[in-house]
Structures are given as C-alpha cells and as structure tokens.
Nanobody, 122 residues
Framework: QVQLVESGGGLVQAGGSLRLSCAAS????????MGWFRQAPGKEREFVAA??????YYADSVKGRFTISRDNAKNTAYLQMNSLKPEDTAVYYC?????????????????WGQGTQVTVSS
C-alpha cells in the first residue's frame, strides 16, 4: 500500500489561489491513478479531481478553476486551486490505489492521506 502525505493547505481570501501537494512513498506511481477529494464539516467526502490512464476528471463545481497534475520524478501529485470560493472550504484528501471502476466514488480508492485543511474567507 502506498503512503500519501498532503501539504499546502491554509487560509486564503476568496479569489485567491493555493497549490496542494500529495507526496507518495512506498512505491513509484508513474502509471497509477491519483485523486483528490474534500470533506466539509457535516458533509460527506466528495470527489474533486482525478487522473488515470483513461483521462482527467473534475467535479463540475471546480471545473475551470482547479487543475490536477503530477511530477513522476518526485512521486508527487498536485492540485492547483484558483479563484477560490468560501464553499471550497474543506479538508482535502489525496487518494491512490484505484480498486473500483469510477474514480468519482470514495469506495473506488484503497489508499488515503491524512488530509490538509483549506479555509477560504469571504
């Protein structure tokens, strides 16, 4: 199982940007799917973005504002978040080891990081 550590969260004003990082260890992941999810207080964990061999996927709520990428040499995935809104406030988690057919489902992923807090003030 791969170990995942997120970083880069923080407090930002609405309209600002943040870049989250997800460092993977335990094995190289240059050919593996990676995903980002988020969970706001009192809400279920929801899909944000992911990539796998079949393509790159985004939630409608972040499309055009967030970009997922990876640096295979660093075994790191990124989530660039622009034009942030207060409703983007959540703990953000990265995920690896797809075990299901749809990357948008939390049940499709076998490994999770500990999460990083993103707070967007209005």
């Amino acid at each position: 199982q791969v170990q995942l550590v997120e970083s880069g969260g923080g407090l930002v004003q609405a309209g600002g940007s943040l870049r989250l990082s997800c460092a993977a260890s335990g094995r190289t992941f240059n050919s593996y799917a990676m995903g980002w999810f988020r969970q706001a207080p009192g809400k279920e964990r929801e899909f944000v973005a992911a990539f796998r061999n079949s393509g790159t996927y985004y939630a409608d709520s972040v499309k055009g504002r967030f970009t997922i990428s990876r640096d295979n040499a660093k075994n790191t995935a990124y989530l660039q978040m622009n034009s942030l809104k207060p409703e983007d406030t959540a703990v953000y988690y990265c995920a690896a080891d797809v075990i299901g057919t749809t990357v948008r489902a939390t049940t499709a992923w076998g490994s999770w990081g500990q999460g990083t807090q993103v707070t967007v003030s209005s």
